[in-house]
């Protein structure tokens, strides 16, 4: 199918919540995407809904999350919902024949993420969990260029995301039951980046996390992440330290820095290969990389394809957190048993 066909036939879209991620940065990917359209978006909370649907033309208004699951004219449904309801309306998303992109992370149990995978497989829809960075050209360039052999094998990652929360004490990530702390908001981008550089999961860990008094979730986390034969990765998330993130890859031979890799905003972004005394930059013009994310995710639904981003490497990363927590000797708030 060539582009004039794609956007002659564009996949159409549902989105289900009005939460910020969707107003302010996939609504807008899916108006810009070549091949999708948005044509419904559902809330609880109606009369928000109302307001977003009336600013784009053609998109309806739904009242309830049911309502969308039920729409014919949906094909695809985004999910921006808090972590703890992701795979329950993944699930039902996918008995209802819809396709989904969800947001990270698909599943907060690596068990949940097995569940959603089984229902993709009995419905024959997409799954795809939204690491929206994978999809920026910066980060593929990157990958390419250590795999290519550019900075010799590549030894250590160190990567960190980091920002403060702690004004925002009602925010849904500081919120135990609803899947919230630092490592599934943030966390998982270090360390997906990790596993992208390694092809594969961390063979040993090492971790600790911060937990304030007071707090329902960890607030700090750390991890030194061995993948074998001599390969490492130190990662760190946060939300009690002043906002930033990196990323570097250190090979036998030179490092490949990045000093943007997760939300660089449609900003211009640069990649450094340092190899002995040698500097070299990429630039990459300031992209849309939840645009190039929807574009992904439609043109695999309407070739009948596989997602870039697997339900097979998304249980991978499920694990990994799992056996992060577990290093740390931490049982994150959905894993307690309850006291009688």
């Given at each position: 199918m060539d582009e004039e066909t794609q956007?002659?036939?564009p996949v159409r879209w549902g989105v289900m919540s009005t939460a910020k991620i969707g107003v302010r940065a996939v609504i807008p990917a899916i108006a810009a995407a070549n091949n999708a359209r948005?044509?419904?978006?559902?809330?609880?909370?109606?009369?928000?809904?109302?307001?977003?649907?009336?600013?784009?033309?053609?998109?309806?208004?739904?009242?309830?999350?049911?309502?969308?699951?039920?729409?014919?004219?949906?094909?695809?449904?985004?999910?921006?919902?808090?972590?703890?309801?992701?795979?329950?309306?993944?699930?039902?998303?996918l008995e209802a024949g819809k396709h989904v992109l969800c947001e990270k992370p698909l599943g907060i149990t690596a068990d949940e993420v097995r569940r959603i995978r089984a229902a993709s497989e009995r419905a024959n829809r997409c799954v795809m969990e939204a690491f929206m960075y994978r999809f920026h050209p910066q980060i593929r360039w990157a990958l390419e260029q250590v795999a290519a052999g550019r900075i010799g094998a590549a030894r250590m990652v160190r990567s960190s995301f980091v920002f403060d929360l702690q004004s925002r004490p009602g925010d849904i990530r500081l919120q135990g039951a609803l899947g919230g702390g630092s490592m599934m908001d943030v966390g998982c981008y270090p360390l997906n980046f990790c596993r992208a550089i390694f092809g594969g999961p961390p063979r040993e860990i090492a971790a600790h996390v911060v937990v304030p008094p007071g707090s329902e979730v960890e607030m700090t986390i750390g991890a030194v992440l061995d993948f074998g034969t001599g390969r490492m990765g130190v990662i760190d998330a946060s939300?009690?330290?002043p906002r930033g993130f990196f990323a570097e890859v250190v090979g036998e031979r030179g490092r490949v820095v990045l000093p943007a890799p997760y939300t660089p905003g449609h900003a211009e972004t640069v990649v450094r290969i340092e190899t002995g005394d040698e500097t070299y930059e990429r630039h990459f013009s300031g992209i849309d990389q939840y645009m190039l994310e929807v574009e992904s995710f439609s043109r695999s639904i309407r070739h009948d394809i596989a997602p870039f981003i697997s339900l097979d490497d998304s249980l991978e990363q499920a694990e990994s957190i799992e056996r992060i927590y577990a290093a740390a000797g931490y049982t994150p708030p959905w894993l307690v048993t309850p006291t009688s």
């Open positions: 956007q002659a036939d948005l044509v419904a978006i559902a809330s609880r909370d109606t009369a928000r809904a109302q307001t977003i649907a009336a600013g784009r033309p053609g998109t309806r208004a739904l009242a309830s999350y049911e309502a969308l699951l039920a729409d014919d004219e949906v094909e695809a449904v985004y999910i921006p919902l808090p972590n703890s309801m992701h795979a329950e309306w993944a699930i039902r998303a939300f009690s330290l």
